[in-house]
């Protein structure tokens, strides 16, 4: 397993290069000027040269790339232009949000959508199964960006349930935490509830027509425990499969919900920063979704291999 | 404006103390205490005030520093952290008389070596170091004054070290001395910093030392009497304007700095908010790149501008507030000049056509580009419209703010650019001319902008100044050096517990409490 996990990290290694080549080469390539963002459209070029030379930007394209590398070689990965700061711990100080968001999300997303798959399947033809299957299509369907905004006007205007915007840390209330993150974790987990209730009524439906079903059915066993004891198990490979994937979805959803719930996290970091091309956050940023990604995607692999002894890992 | 003198400067004063004297009624007595939030639409780029002329910043900056002068309600210059100023008789030096007793958030006061040092900073470092390039030196020639020398006359530098674009706060000589990413966010205004959370937002507390300016008793633009009754004010950097609206409508804000018209109508009217129309606000301009035929022409510069029904074009760009006034600066400005406006909005496509005839456009498809905000969309899509009405091809080219401002400041890749002007119209003639001075927009050295430029710079009477604007206006109309479209505004929301809110140029947060 150690060898396992050992080479997965060392094959990541590649992957990061490419995935920072080309986000260093692709923004370079698109027209655009962070100059531009610390002044107004009346701006002379003297000005913009001014801040230019201050920012760095005059440096060729090939000198900024080396001093990059060389920097995130020793685990640095720049200063932001617009922020003052270095990337490396503007992206750690908004981590947590992202983290609260995205992590809270997959909780309610595979809580209720292993659920409703599950009972989707248990009930296969009934109004339930239908009623659930549409509301898994419906939540599919759903803009996150709408879902966010009507999610507001009724549980923030409306009820005064949760308010309208911003976050409070963890560390600083627990209820408070949860009131901010709530409802963007739920409209981001919305879109994913329907993918996992879907692939789990599949998977489940596949397993429960199996001959080993039948036999615990016959032996006697409740229902109950013949779906939870021997199905579930028997289904959790393609339901992780997809839980591995929309691990990486919500990172991507985070983006838009983070902007509509006003949340500071590292999503509206990098949205920010492609807006006003500050290049090092954007290299920085794209580096280390990818990383998360990447672990995600690790230890999904692991899982599979607990759930699954068949898998092997060597 | 007359010569700056101190008599000028003891006048200008008297007469500001003269009108403010009116008490307040006995109903709004102000109360202290409590925290007033504001949404705003973006997060500032820096809040260090010299380092950034975003308006996003100004909302923050303009609360923490201060200037040696300052904008009044008008956008004149009046004095603000200095007394006055004594003007020699060459127009060369200036002698500066600074408050005394004025503190800084960390508890120093202020003298004349942090108005010497946050001067040079602001001439190294500054986002709008050209308003200081007249400066030959600055030096402290007593505990309380400064003297500037110019090495030519320039007769704006008062409005220059006024201009709330990329302030010229004055800061502590041991902060301006540090490397920018050092400074502490220390000045002398009415709040001082206590905390910025990244992309989340900006708190301010009353600095309870402050020191008020006495030579004022009322709120006046930038400048004026500050009195701060609120605890605390938080700025929140909110993207998305359904969010700015739900936080208003749940109480987590009290100030939205500004809101869309269809928004401000259905908050019209509720007792809950108090909705206030800035306008005019902005200017709509529609440029040409003059280096590009065949907007080089005069003839088709002319012939576009002669096609084009403002009115339409405003009306479809801002239907819920705008104004049709072709000045270059806006009516309440003392140089607003009527001068060429018989040329604005004649929307007369047969006078076009007949333009059109004798200019060296040959049919080509034009590019018109705009960054991507809806009213510059419109107004691009509104122009094309018309002007295909003529015979002219437009095609539009859309791009992120970022990419538009590099590329229209390029000689290539663009034949016209609409965007607004805010803050130069508001700072009068010399910004509004400085934009098309050597050729900065269009591209292309304009000699009578140029010359108009220095004359208006080089001038020290206000009244051959209006002049000289007026005939940099009638220049503009009748070469169509660029087009004026109209000007425009925005919608301010206020929950109703906040009181003696009056809008502004930047949701200012001194004068204001919250009703009990």
């Known amino acids: ?104 999300a997959l909780v309610f997303a595979v809580l209720l959508g292993v659920l409703a798959g599950l009972l989707a399947a248990m009930r296969h033809r009934s109004w339930a199964d239908q009623s659930l299957m549409v ?69 489940m439906l596949e397993v429960l027509h199996q001959d080993f079903i039948r036999t615990a059915d016959a032996k006697g066993l409740p ?20 839980i591995g994937i929309i691990a990486g979805g919500l990172l991507g959803g985070a983006v838009v919900v983070e902007q509509v719930f006003s949340l500071p996290g590292v999503g509206r970091l990098v949205i920010g920063a492609i807006l006003s091309r500050d290049f090092p956050v954007i290299q920085g940023g794209l580096l280390f979704l990818a990383l998360i990604y990447l672990l995600v995607n690790l230890a999904v692999d692991i899982l599979y291999a607990v759930v699954d002894p068949r898998v092997r890992l060597e | 404006m007359a010569g700056w003198t101190r008599r000028g400067v003891l006048k200008a004063g008297t007469a500001g103390l003269t009108a403010a004297l009116a008490p307040l009624p006995l109903a709004a007595q102000p109360r202290r205490g409590g925290t007033v939030t504001v949404a705003i639409n973006q997060a500032p780029p820096s809040i260090d005030a010299q380092l950034t002329s ?46 005394p007793g004025v503190r800084f958030h960390n508890g120093g006061t202020m003298g004349s070596a942090d108005v010497v040092a946050s001067i040079e900073r602001y001439r190294k470092l500054g986002a709008s170091a050209n308003l200081l390039n007249a400066v030959d030196s600055v030096q402290a020639t007593g505990p309380l004054e400064v003297t500037v020398k110019l090495s030519r006359v320039q007769s704006t530098f008062i409005d220059n070290l006024s201009s709330p674009r990329a302030p010229i706060a004055i800061y502590p000589a041991e902060e301006a001395s540090k490397p920018a990413a050092e400074f502490k966010f220390i000045g002398t205004g009415p709040f001082k910093f206590v905390e910025y959370a990244p992309d989340s937002h900006v708190t301010l507390a009353r600095f309870d030392d402050y020191t008020a300016n006495p030579n004022y008793r009322k709120r006046d633009g930038f400048a004026g009497r500050k009195e701060v009754f609120i605890d605390t004010a938080v700025f929140r950097f909110m993207p998305e304007a359904g969010s700015r609206l739900a936080a208003l409508q749940t109480g987590q804000v009290q100030i939205v700095e500004t809101v869309d018209g269809p928004t401000a109508k259905q908050l019209q009217g509720q007792a809950a908010f108090a909705v206030h129309k800035v306008l005019p606000f902005y200017l709509q301009v529609a440029k040409f790149n003059h280096a590009q035929a065949p907007c080089d022409d005069v003839n088709f510069r002319r012939a576009v501008a002669a096609a084009l029904d403002m009115d339409e074009i405003m009306s479809i ?9 072709g000045g270059w600066v806006f009516g309440n400005s003392p140089y607003y000049s009527k001068a060429g406006l018989d040329l604005y909005n004649i929307a ?15 049919g080509e498809t034009l590019t018109f580009m705009t960054d991507n905000t809806r009213e510059d969309m419109d107004t691009a899509t509104d122009i094309k419209e018309q002007l295909g009405r003529v015979g002219v091809k437009v095609e539009l080219k859309v791009a992120d703010w970022p990419t538009v401002s590099k590329i229209g400041f390029t000689p290539t890749g663009w034949h016209f650019w609409a965007h607004g002007f805010g803050i130069e119209p508001y700072e ?66 206020a929950g109703a517990k906040l009181q003696n809110f009056v809008p502004y140029r930047i949701p200012r947060l001194w004068g204001v409490w919250l009703e009990g």
């Open chain 2, 317 to 325: 760009a801002f239907p819920d507030i705008h104004e049709l006034n």
């Open chain 2, 54 to 99: 975003a308006s996003a910043a100004r909302d923050i900056t303009l609360h923490l520093y201060e200037t040696l002068y300052a904008r009044d309600e008008n956008g004149a210059p009046v004095p603000d952290l200095a007394q006055g100023v004594t003007i020699s008789a060459d127009g060369l030096g200036y002698v500066f008389a600074l408050r």
């Open chain 1, 1 to 104: 397993m150690r060898r396992f996990i050992l080479r997965r990290l060392l094959s990541a290694v590649p992957v990061l290069a490419l995935v920072s080549l080309i986000a260093f080469g692709v923004i370079w390539l698109v027209p655009g000027d962070p100059a531009a963002v610390f002044l107004d459209a009346s701006a002379t070029p003297e000005q913009l040269a001014r801040i230019r030379h201050q920012l760095g930007l005059d440096q060729p394209f090939y000198l900024q790339m080396l001093a990059w590398y060389g920097r995130i070689l020793h685990g640095d990965l720049g200063q932001s232009i617009l922020l003052n700061r270095g990337v490396g711990p503007a992206i750690l100080e908004r981590l947590p949000v992202t983290l609260s968001l995205t992590g809270l």
């Open chain 2, 428 to 493: 009068g003639p010399a910004t509004v001319m400085s934009v098309w001075a050597n050729g900065v927009s269009q591209q292309k050295d304009d000699p009578t902008i140029d010359q108009l430029f220095a004359g208006y710079t080089g001038e020290m009477d206000q009244g051959k100044r209006k002049d000289i604007f007026a005939r940099f206006q009638t220049h503009m109309y009748e070469n169509a050096v660029a087009m004026q479209l109209g000007n425009y505004g925005l919608f301010q929301v």
């Open chain 1, 223 to 242: 229902w109950s425990v013949v779906v939870t004891r021997h199905g579930l198990p028997n289904a959790l490979v393609p339901i992780l499969t997809v």
């Open chain 2, 348 to 362: 007369d496509p047969a006078k076009a056509k007949e333009l059109l005839g004798k200019s060296s456009y040959k």
């Open chain 1, 135 to 203: 509301l898994a299509l419906l939540g599919l369907s759903v803009p996150d960006f709408w879902l966010g905004l009507v999610l507001i006007f009724v549980f923030a205007v409306g009820l005064g349930w949760f308010p309208a915007s911003g976050y409070v840390p963890l560390s600083e209330s627990l209820s408070g935490w949860w009131h901010s993150i709530a409802l963007p974790a739920f409209t981001l987990a919305a879109v994913q509830v329907g993918f996992i209730a879907r692939m789990t009524r599949s998977a």
